[in-house]
């Protein structure tokens, strides 16, 4: 279910191109995040004025908010060349990124993707580069085995992760900037759609685009990709012009309701209110029940139904709200109040 899933916050293979003719190259293109940019651009300022790299930027939050694009704007605005791109799980030891190091510039933005997925091992190899723009690399092995030291030019790492509480102590605490990414507002997703549509020649009635950023999940990789469907339905099914009701019916056959919900979120729901009572339910009981694995629901189903009020976390596990049951049109049944037992005496 989850495999071509529209409203998928990850990244799809092919979509890196797409996306890179919809994304902003300045600060001041930028929409939405205003405490980040805001933070960003004193930053950047600040390190011209003094002719020197960045300090290191953490980047953390959901899937989809922008970690990627401000990792190119940053370049864009500091050196004016593409930032250098790998990802945790591609460096599986030392010597991989032993060969991006040592082929840096000067101020060169170095951005890793998922920098909490990245092995031990490659994690402590890469402390003396952030610290000394330096690196220990043994040459041969065994016996014969020899260190040698690299100094590196000095650059920036900007680090990217949807599971901060993943990263180490030690790694966090060498990043100079830790910058937390929100969910968008309505508001700005609508003037990211504006953007995007003048960008894909796409002409949209009055209140349309916002009824997509309705829909969008509070991220504008989902409202862009959203776009497009609409986009696609509008010049074959009706005359190339959005309305309200040519996005009605193109995102009912995505199965996107007013809310941003679609067929793996009303299913989890689903089981979490008539399998489990409405909870609380563990998470992997949640997964075996409906045939996904837990990481699937934890990254893309769960962060948008705590958002929305539909779900909240107690020690016991997740619960469906109130709110969950009115939107799905299921009964409400109050969870029942467990009384603690009243004390017994010594005479009963």
């Excluded at 990627?68 to 593409?82: F, K, S």
């Excluded at 309705?214 to 339905?233: E, I, M, Q």
């Excluded at 009981?285 to 189903?301: F, K, Y």
Aim: no cysteine; hydrophobic share 40%.
């Amino acid at each position: 279910m989850s495999r071509d899933r529209i409203l998928t916050t990850q990244r799809r293979e092919g979509e890196e191109a797409a996306d890179a003719t919809l994304r902003p190259k300045t600060l001041a293109e930028m929409i939405g995040q205003k405490s980040v940019i805001e933070k960003l651009h004193i930053a950047i300022a600040a390190a011209k004025h003094r002719g020197e790299p960045l300090e290191h930027i953490l980047l953390d939050g959901p899937p989809g908010l922008g970690k990627t694009t401000l990792a190119h704007v940053v370049a864009a605005e500091m050196t004016n060349r593409p930032p250098r791109i790998t990802s945790g799980p591609a460096l599986t030891k030392p010597a991989d990124l032993m060969a991006l190091l040592t082929n840096l510039e000067i101020g060169d933005i170095f951005f890793i993707d998922e920098v909490h997925r990245l092995p031990k091992v490659v994690e402590e190899f890469l402390y003396p580069a952030m610290e000394d723009f330096r690196v220990d690399f043994t040459i041969e092995g065994g016996l014969n085995g020899r260190v040698v030291n690299f100094a590196l030019r000095r650059f920036t790492l900007i680090g990217a992760t949807t599971r901060a509480g993943m990263l180490t102590g030690a790694m966090r605490d060498r990043f100079g900037h830790n910058l937390h990414l929100e969910f968008y507002s309505v508001d700005d997703l609508s003037r990211i759609l504006r953007r995007s549509a003048a960008k894909i020649g796409v002409h949209a009635e009055d209140g349309t685009l916002e009824s997509i950023a309705h829909r969008s999940r509070g991220t504008p990789r989902v409202a862009n990709r959203l776009l497009k469907r609409v986009r696609d339905y509008a010049q074959v099914r009706a005359d190339g012009m959005l309305t309200a009701q040519v996005v009605r019916d193109a995102l009912e056959i995505q199965q996107v309701d007013a809310l941003g919900l679609d067929e793996l979120d009303r299913a989890f729901l689903k089981t979490l209110m008539k399998i489990y009572q409405g909870g609380p339910a563990g998470i992997e009981a949640l997964a075996a029940s409906m045939g996904q694995e837990r990481d699937t629901l934890e990254d893309m189903v769960e962060p948008f139904l705590l958002q929305r009020g539909f779900v909240i976390r107690t020690r016991q596990g997740r619960q469906a709200t109130e709110a969950a049951y009115a939107h799905l049109g299921i009964p409400f049944v109050p969870p029942p109040v467990h009384q603690k037992p009243a004390e017994q005496t010594l005479f009963e």
